[in-house]
Every structure is written in structure tokens, then in C-alpha cells.
């Protein structure tokens, strides 16, 4: 429970389902219902092909790179650090979000499902770097890392299910009770990240 809690709190802080359901819903105002239904499918379905791969491999490529998993639980903590401490300030700077740029090219374009929903809305770099560092610090215990993944894939799923009701979610909750929940989660994200920080020095063998 400890474990699925974890993977939880952290997907859900670095996919945002809430912010990629109002991103979507302020991009897709003039596509069709089916179209957007294709959209926000599509664009799950790669970003949950990417975010399993790094999952899956992406402590096999750091290792071919020459990295430490005490390396990758110091950076990582230190990215989901700056990751929570924009949501707390609701401020964007491309850890979670598009950038102003971004958003301006996703507007010119009919199908964004690639670009910016698959990445960097869903699969940005946060999300990325959660899901090797969770795989990681399950390795060796099989069952630990089938939560992991089955905490990503219930994440996305729900992200899925939010934008395909954005509008119904933005009527519900209101821009105030987006942010209240947004951060709340930053929150304890910046704790989980801190305790990331402190595993990796504890484990460099530096101290």
C-alpha cells in the first residue's frame, strides 16, 4: 500500500491530469467531439508507450551511460523539487507544462495528439524521470515494480478519461479548486523530493 500510495501521489503530481484535461480543453475548442475523442486517445497511448519504456529500460540506458543510481535519485529528487515548488506557486516553467511558445505552435496545428498531449503535457520530463526512479528503487522485488507500473497505467487512464471530460471537469471544479488540489499535491511532492535528495547523498557514499 505504501508503495501504490507513493506511485500514486507522485504520477499524479508529474503527469497532472488535472492541468493536461484544461490544456486539452482550451486547445480542442473547435474540434469535433470525435475528434478530440481521437486526439485524446492517441495522445495517451504514446505517452504511455514512452513513459513504459523509460520505465522499463531507462536505468539500463543511465547504467550505459556511466550513471549512478545514487546519481539519478539526487537529480531526480532535485527535478521533482522545482516540479513541486511550481505547483505550489502555480507557476509554469516546461517541467509539467508547455511553454508559452509551445502552446502557441499547438494552436496552428488540427491533430496535437503528438505534440504537446503525448509530449511534454503527459510524458514530459518529470514523469520521465518518476518512473525511473520508482522502477528503480523497486528493483529486485518483482511485485514492488508491477505496482509501479500499474500506478503509471491507472494514472494514465485517468488522465485519458479527464481530458475526454475536460469541460465537465473545469464546470465542476473551477479554476480555484483545480489550483487548491494542484497545490496540496505540490506539497507533498516537494517532501517525497527531498527524501529523494537525502536516499541519494545517503547512498553516493560521500558523506
Known sequence: ?????????????????LDVAAIFAALTGNATLQHRRSMAIRGTLIATAI?????????????????????????????????????????????????????????????????????PLIAGPGAMGAAILLMADAEGDLTHQVIVLSCLLAMLLATCIGMLLASRIQQLLGIIGMHVI???????LCALAVQFIFDGIANSGLL
Open 182 to 188: 494542484t497545490r496540496v499535491m505540490g506539497v507533498l
Open 1 to 17: 500500500m505504501e508503495t501504490a500510495a507513493l506511485s500514486l501521489a507522485t504520477f499524479f503530481a508529474t503527469i497532472g491530469p
Open 51 to 119: 513513459l513504459v519504456s523509460f520505465a522499463l529500460a531507462g536505468e539500463v540506458l543511465l547504467a550505459s551511460l556511466g550513471i549512478s543510481l545514487a546519481a539519478l535519485r539526487t537529480a531526480g529528487g532535485i527535478l521533482l523539487l522545482l516540479i513541486g515548488i511550481e505547483m505550489v506557486f502555480a507557476r509554469t516553467t516546461g517541467g509539467t507544462s508547455t511553454t508559452d511558445e509551445e502552446e502557441q505552435e499547438a494552436l496552428l496545428k488540427q491533430d496535437i495528439s503528438v505534440f504537446p498531449i503525448a509530449t
